[in-house]
């Protein structure tokens, strides 16, 4: 028969190549289970800043996971020891898997040495979200921040990361700006590694 | 000119969860909009016993002298319903626009509780939008 490929029996399950999996997931799928997240975990605290931290939590398991696949899968097992790298490849490649784009922009604070920011008009998960008003500055976009956390915890790069809405003016709706405030030894190894 | 003058959103038992007033006419306090919202639901539920034809959903438009009412029903049995001028067009896409505002921004909320009434900053911004855009589009300016 003409064309038939002949596919490669693997004998051990840990041989085969990752797979690049769906690259398309429906959206509409997505909000309502991220949406069952939040509440369920609304039943479970007394007040906002316990549900901040369960959603920051759940995103943390996620962050650790990605990290050990994208980087066998797309970094060729190489992994990122200077902060500046880790960082522009949470903003890309990390963003470009989860959301299916890079990150708005990365920016260094102007106020500490150790602060980053990567902002985006809107994160995905918060796209069909309206915060009630007396939910106050709550974000659910700490999950986004929990996942940056594991990742950047896992690469050995332990970091304090959060979510914050930042008005703009002229917009009708505030940018989301996810803020990294990197642990001591971090700025000192790479103070170190000049 | 076609003109919307108001739009309701009622669940399924009959109670109002979203009411917005468009142009001068036809305003009502609060009190009056949950009148005609519980009476409009007892009519539609009784056009469909009283229809002649069989397997009818419900009334879909009313035409008097000054107003027309177009109603949309989903699936679930929420009803959204506009007050417009006599004789605008495509009013029965717009209530399908705004029942996919509806499925997009409240029911995707995790703060919004189902039945309740809607108080979703990111429906009332989109559901301006849409309907600027359907009076643009009608009027053409």
Not at chain 1, 113 to 141: A, H, Q, W
Request: proline share 3%.
């Amino acid at each position: 028969m003409i064309g038939v490929g002949k596919i490669k029996q693997y004998s051990n399950v840990l041989d085969k190549p990752l797979a690049k999996g769906k690259q398309e997931v429906s959206l509409s799928a997505f909000a309502f289970l991220f949406s069952e997240l939040v509440q369920y975990n609304q039943t479970q605290v007394d007040n906002i800043a316990e549900l901040e931290r369960r959603l920051e939590d759940a995103g943390y398991a996620v962050g650790a996971r990605v990290l050990e696949l994208l980087c066998h899968r797309d970094k060729g097992n190489r992994r990122e020891t200077r902060l500046l790298g880790i960082l522009s490849f949470v903003h890309s490649t990390v963003w470009k898997v989860l959301f299916g784009k890079v990150a708005d922009s990365l920016e260094k604070g102007t106020e500490h040495e150790d602060e980053y920011m990567i902002s985006e008009k809107e994160l995905l998960v918060n796209r069909f979200i309206s915060i009630p008003k007396d939910m106050g500055t709550f974000n659910c976009g700490a999950f986004v921040a929990g996942i940056v956390r594991g990742v950047l915890d896992s690469a050995g790069f332990p970091a304090v990361v959060t979510a914050h809405f930042v008005p703009m003016e002229g917009q009708q709706r505030p940018r989301t700006t996810i803020l990294i405030k990197f642990a001591e030894e971090v700025l000192r190894r790479e103070a170190r590694l000049g | 000119m076609a003109a919307i003058y108001s739009l309701y959103i009622i669940n399924k038992s009959g109670g109002l969860i979203f009411h917005k007033d468009y142009g001068s006419a036809g305003r009502m306090d609060t009190n009056d909009s949950l009148r005609v919202a519980s009476l409009w639901h007892s009519m539609h539920a009784i056009s469909q016993q009283l229809s002649p034809v069989v397997g009818c959903s419900g009334i879909e438009l009313l035409e008097a002298d000054t107003f027309d009412l177009h109603c949309f029903q989903s699936l679930t049995g929420t009803k959204f319903f506009v007050v417009s001028e006599p004789g605008t067009q495509r009013m029965e896409s717009l209530l399908k626009v705004i029942y996919e505002l509806y499925t997009d921004y409240v029911l995707k909320n995790p703060f919004y509780e189902i039945e309740m009434p809607i108080r979703c900053e990111l429906f009332d911004i989109h559901l301006t939008q849409a309907i600027q855009k359907d009076r643009v589009a009608l009027t053409g300016r």
